[in-house]
């Protein structure tokens, strides 16, 4: 099994991830946030990567170290349980539908972290998130966990819609990656042999 737990534990956060990537999507979620707890959810369902997340932050400050820390043990707890990626498919594109918006999200897990967002907001929170934090989740996330990550929303008017098509997006492009190619199940995809 592809499985992986990670404790972080800061003067800011303390957090207890788990992950299984050949779960059926099955979650447990408490950061705090409702909106996070919502689009994480959102994350383990659509990718069918079994994620139990416990957050415990400094809420009483505001929310930037909740969600930054929470993205990077799951990015952590992600390359972890990919080991030394041999045999995955490595690529993973989604387009996310949701009512009038369309996003569309491209990874690869190539080691090699970068980022980049388009998916502006024109609010300044949903629930109680703050939605500057939102593209500082996926930043944070791809670089904890190695990945290469494009998201772009097309177009759609819902703030709602929007951030959750940007994170079912991500679970369908990972879902795709993380599946272990039956063609070369033993082989790293990469021509230099590492990832």
């Known amino acids: 099994m592809r499985t992986a737990d990670i404790h972080r534990e800061t003067a800011e956060t303390s957090i207890d991830v788990a992950v299984n990537l050949d779960g059926t999507g099955v979650y447990t979620v408490s950061t705090g946030i409702g909106f996070l707890d919502h689009m994480l959810e959102q994350l383990s369902r659509h990718s069918l990567i079994d994620m139990n997340i416990r957050t415990v932050g400094d809420l009483h400050v505001d929310q930037h ?5 929470t993205a990077i043990a799951i990015g952590e707890a992600v390359a972890r349980a990919l080991g030394d990626k041999r045999g995955i498919t490595r690529y993973g594109t989604a387009y996310a539908p949701m009512d009038e918006t369309l996003t569309r999200v491209s990874l690869d897990i190539s080691g090699r ?3 980049v967002f388009k998916a502006p907001s024109t609010v ?3 629930g109680e998130w703050d939605t500057e934090l939102i593209e500082h989740w996926f930043h944070s996330f791809s670089q904890a966990a190695g990945i290469t990550l494009h998201v772009e929303n097309l177009y759609g008017s819902n703030n709602h819609h929007v951030v959750e098509s ?3 997006g991500l679970a369908r492009a990972l879902r795709q990656a993380v599946e272990i190619d039956p063609r070369k199940a033993d082989a790293i995809p990469s021509t230099k042999g590492i990832l």
Do not use: S
């Open 65 to 69: 170290h909740t969600t930054e820390d």
């Open 113 to 115: 972290p970068w980022l």
């Open 124 to 126: 300044a929170r949903l």
């Open 166 to 168: 940007c994170f079912k």
